[in-house]
């Protein structure tokens, strides 16, 4: 399977890393002061939108580029690797594909001409409202529910660890609607629910380790009225459609993330072992430090091709379970040790906030426990290897 890129999409890397480095990514000063509090960096997010990069696998006719899954995911790399803060990286995620994809692939075209123009411009923030205080990884167990009244739908229930949740304009709702099914998973219905709907309200926003500048919170529905036409894809089977659509997405798109952040991890880090000496001679030399190096380089490349085979399989609609949990488990162990390790080259001042390594360590923690916890991931490999 060859994974080279087309000259277009290497130019379009390049434009991205650029554009990001120099328009998008804030003075170190500016960002330890949205880390601190834990603000949403509005600046750097108007920027992505205008740039066209928030509408990216979108078809024109919505207000986004036709790009296929592997340019996407190029695009999240080259953001992630020129620095683009892993809150805003995460915002982003949940916004394009999380929610947008969902109502792209599943809507109807009402639904898509009313809500995608405004997700691919940035101006209606979305997310997914799936994980409830005790439905986490078995999600299938959510206690919402949706009861069918004259007109739609009234949701009653709490979601939590919402990306986006403070600010977004609408998400994509996975809620219980046939309370007598044989499987749970074929007991739920997925909707489209507007920030002003009546009976919908957001928590307060939550204090998070890592990816602080990514607001989240629990979304709250009290008799909470949902227009029929909100319905997203079949009723019932909102949670096996938009598990498999996500699935797929997630572990290219949102991994490429991740992929960046090795680049850009690995690039620090080898900068910075050529300008500290120690003992007369700049610690690159020291093969201690030159293992190190080496081991990022390895986990970088490894990584850009899982997440390059992903987005081909993806467009093939051939992804699996156990492709999708290989990639994301490799990824999040990658990511975990490569922040350790640049935090361990940086010595005493990788400790400090100032030189943003030690952001890596609180911001990779997330992948681990996020979308599918490792152990989910562990798990669905095992059962896969076993059965072969």
Known sequence: MEFSLTEEQQIFYDQVRRYITNEVVLPVEEYLRHDHAGEFVWTSWTKLGEYGLLGLPYPEEYGGSGADALTTCLALEAASRSGLDAGTMLAWGAHTILCGVAIWKLGTEEQKQKYLPGIASGEAIGGLGLTEPNAGSDATSLHCKAERVDGGWVLNGTKTFITNGPIGAQFVVLARTDPDAAEDAMAISAFIVERDFDGFAAGPEMDKLGNRTSTTS?????????????????????????????????????????????????????RYAQERHQFNRPIAAFEAVQHKLADMKIAYEAGKLLIYRMATLLEQDEI????????????????????????????????????????????????????????????IIARALVKM
């Open 320 to 379: 699996s379970l156990l492709d999708a949990a290989v990639a994301k488990e490799f990824l999040t162990r990658a990511s975990i040790r490569t922040a350790d390790e640049a935090v361990q080259i940086h010595g005493g001042y990788g400790y400090m906030k100032e030189y943003l390594v030690e952001r890596g360590i609180r911001d990779a923690k997330l992948a681990s426990i996020g979308g599918g916890t490792s152990e989910v991931q562990l798990s």
């Open 218 to 270: 629990e979304l709250i529905f009290e008799d909470c009225f949902v227009p029929e036409a909100n319905l997203l894809g079949q009723e019932n089977f909102g949670f096996l459609l938009v598990g498999r659509l996500i699935l797929g997405w997630e572990r290219s798109c949102l991994l490429a993330a991740a992929v960046g952040g090795l680049g850009a991890g690995l690039e620090v880090s080898a």
